[in-house]
C-alpha cells in the first residue's frame, strides 16, 4: 500500500489526523502555509486554517476524503514547486548564529582585597584589571535585521485657569549594545482633552506622543565569568575573567531543493 506525501490540515478537533503514517521515518507539520487566500472568503475554518506537510498512511479514497485532508503531492518536482511557493511567501531565510566579536577581562589581587568590596568599609584597592583586545570575524551571509516601532517621548501640557504645566518622559529605543540601530521612521499624535465647568473652570490637557521606528542589526551580547584561586605560602589570590562574547544571525537564501530532495528520499524509503 503506497503511503504518498500528503497536504494536509488539522482534524475540526484540532488534533494531527490519525490516518497519518505512523511509520517511524515519516514525517508531519511541515512548512506550514494559510489554508485561506488573502482577500477571498475563507475555504477553512479554525483550527483547519493552516495546511501542512506529512506523509499519510495509504491512498484518498476516491470515493471521498477523511476530515483533514487537502491533496496529494506526486513527484519529487511538484513537491520542489509547492515548497518554493510556501517558502517565497513566508520568506524563507537559513539563519546561522556567529562568533563575531569576543573580549576578556582579567582582574587578579589578593583576596583580602576582594573580601573588602563587600564589607563596611568598602573596596580599598589591589585589584588589577588587564582587557584584551577585541577579537573580530565576519560571518556568511547577510547581517539579519529586525524592526520594530516604540514610543520615545511623550509631552503632557495642561492648562487651567491659575497656568500652565508641562511635563516630559523619554524612553529611548534600546537594543544590544553590539548592534546598529537606525530609526526608519518618525510620527507624532496629538490629543486634547478638556474638563471641568464655568463654575470651577476648565482644565485642558494636551497629550503629544512621538513614535520611531527603526531596523537594527540582529546582534546578541552575552558574558560569562570563571573564577579560579592560587594559594601560595597561606596568601591567596583570586582571578575573576569575565568573557564578553557578541553573536550575529546572518541569512543566507533557503535551499528549496535540498529540502524537497530530503522529503522525498523519507517518502521513497518508505515506499521501497
Known sequence: MSQPVIKYTLTKQGRQPEWLSSDS??????????????????????????????IGAGDPDSDGTPDGYVGTIGSKADLQTYITEVGVAADYKVVTRTLTGIQTA???????????????????????????????????????????????KVVTGTVTGSGSTSTTVDTPITVDPASTLTIT???????????????IGFTTTTTTTTTNTYSHTDVITETSTSKSETTTDGVTTRTDTVTTSEYTNYETSYDYAAEATRLWDIHEAINS
Do not use: C
Open 106 to 152: 582579567t582582574t587578579t589581587g589578593l583576596s583580602t582585597a576582594w573580601a573588602a568590596i563587600n564589607s563596611e568599609e568598602g573596596y580599598q584597592g589591589g585589584l588589577s584589571t588587564t582587557t584584551s583586545s577585541k577579537q573580530t570575524a565576519s560571518g556568511v551571509g547577510t547581517v539579519a535585521t529586525l524592526t520594530g516601532s516604540g514610543v520615545v
Open 185 to 199: 521612521g518618525v510620527s507624532t499624535s496629538v490629543g486634547v482633552t478638556t474638563t471641568g465647568s464655568a463654575e
Open 25 to 54: 521515518r515519516a514525517f508531519k507539520g511541515q512548512h506550514s502555509t494559510p489554508a485561506n487566500k488573502a482577500g477571498k472568503l475563507p475555504r477553512f475554518g479554525a483550527p483547519q486554517d493552516t495546511i501542512m506537510l506529512g
